[in-house]
């Protein structure tokens, strides 16, 4: 009889423990009763803390605080302050208006300094650049996200990258430029992001048909480390700037080309773009801060975690703009734009399109590229390509209105867009 009642009072005095405890939002894991109650409340941090009182305790609260804010929105936010802040002010430092930083423009000036076209007003090898990739290289290694991997269609990877760009140079800017033109008072980029909504609208409908390109696979390790080591290369040569040919009258050229004058000729220092670009690099990497898939995942999902960081780029632009009298607003005069209103919205139908289908934008791309996707180094080449191809072939835009073939260029590449969109799908078995 005495043990019945001893189990009956031990019985009891659980229950009420475990009453108060779940009334006190408590959790008595670590008592070893009611375990997996705890588990499934999601107590964890409490329950390390009853087990472990010692040392540990602090280090585990900061661990779980860290890797909250790291998943959080508000480093997304963060991410689009510290871009919509630190662009304008490149721009004060030196950068062309409106352009702090432009990764379309960007890769047009780097491949004019490598003579993949003779354009002489935009040739520079931009560190911003070079910056974004191995920021994000040091940050995915840091939190061991550095993966070598790749995928499938690499030609249609490479050939997305091409025309994105050439889109984007026909409105004069990527998407990150539309919404920095946006805040500084440029008008016509309304019409660009209207384009560039319209074309990520239309290759969310390709998505939801079945669109892919495939799914990535794990690579050598060598791999993942071709496209920091080529923006190594890209820093070496912008800081010593090599002169090995000779001209007619034996001056000393190339193979690097820097231009004189034009936008090419316009920039910040190279420490100051350097630490920003790295800088980017790394919190974009932490965030996945990407200006297409914002706009892709409100119009797929009501989703508005990465659009918060677009919204907190555009405003923090728009006040550091005004601070700096950098706001002009109107359609015309605007620094290295165009008033061609059908263009800017067509050229960024093209680009949001193809960046869609290569998912993600051109900063996101640059990103990817330095965590090791291969994939991305493909789209990340062809925008290089695109650039010289568009200057080369007077595809690209000027203050002075669309080029000669910019419109034809802008066609052909929705039409590519349109048919990589219907037929590249998984095969079903």
Not at 25 to 41: H, K, N
Not at 321 to 339: E, I, K, R, S, Y
Request: overall charge positive; some cysteine.
């Amino acid at each position: 009889m005495i043990p019945l009642l001893r189990n009956a009072a031990d019985i009891s005095a659980r229950a009420c423990k475990r009453l108060l405890l779940s009334a006190l939002s408590l959790p008595f894991r670590a008592t070893g009763e009611g375990a997996s109650d705890a588990a499934s409340s999601g107590a964890a941090v409490g329950v390390a803390d009853k087990e472990t009182p010692g040392a540990r305790r602090p280090e585990v609260r900061r661990e779980g605080l860290l890797r909250r804010f790291l998943r959080s929105r508000w480093l997304v936010i963060g991410t689009g302050l510290f871009i919509g802040v630190l662009a304008p002010v490149l721009a004060k430092a030196g950068n062309p208006g409106n352009m702090g930083i432009c990764v379309a423009c960007f890769n047009r000036d780097i491949a004019g300094a490598l003579g993949l076209h003779r354009a002489a007003a935009v040739q520079y090898i931009r560190p911003e650049i070079i910056g974004i990739v191995l920021g994000s290289v040091a940050s995915a290694v840091f939190f061991r996200e550095f993966r070598p991997r790749t995928g499938s269609a690499p030609l249609v990877r490479f050939l997305l990258g091409a025309f994105a760009v050439i889109g984007a140079l026909v409105f004069l800017g990527c998407p990150w430029r539309a919404y920095l033109r946006l805040s500084g008072g440029d008008w016509n980029a309304v019409l660009g992001i209207g384009g560039l909504i319209a074309g990520i609208a239309v290759g969310v409908v390709f998505l939801r048909m079945g669109y892919t390109l495939g799914r990535s696979r794990a690579a050598p390790f060598s791999l993942g480390w071709m496209m920091p080591l080529l923006m190594v290369g890209l820093l070496l040569l912008l800081l010593f700037e090599p002169k090995l040919g000779r001209d007619a009258e034996g001056n000393a050229v190339g193979p690097i080309f820097f231009s004189e004058s034009g936008p090419g000729s316009q920039y910040a220092p190279l420490a100051v773009s350097l630490v920003v670009g790295l800088a980017i690099g790394a919190l974009a990497q932490r965030s996945r801060f990407c200006t297409i898939a914002g706009v892709r995942d409100f119009i797929l999902m009501r989703d508005t975690h990465l659009l918060s960081g677009i919204l907190a780029l555009i405003a923090a632009a728009f006040v550091t703009n005004a601070l700096l009298g950098q706001f002009h607003a109107g359609f015309d005069g605007q620094p290295v734009a165009h008033t061609e209103h059908l263009w800017n919205f067509s050229g960024m139908a093209l680009a949001g399109l193809a960046f869609t289908l290569a998912g993600g934008c051109p900063g996101r791309q640059l990103v990817l590229s330095g965590e090791g996707d291969g994939d991305a180094a493909v789209f990340a080449l062809g925008m290089i390509f695109g650039a010289g191809f568009a200057h080369t072939f007077s595809l690209a835009s000027s203050p002075a209105g669309h080029g000669v073939y910019g419109p034809a260029a802008v066609v052909i590449g929705l039409v590519f867009c349109a048919a990589v969109g219907l037929t590249m799908r998984e095969a079903r078995s």
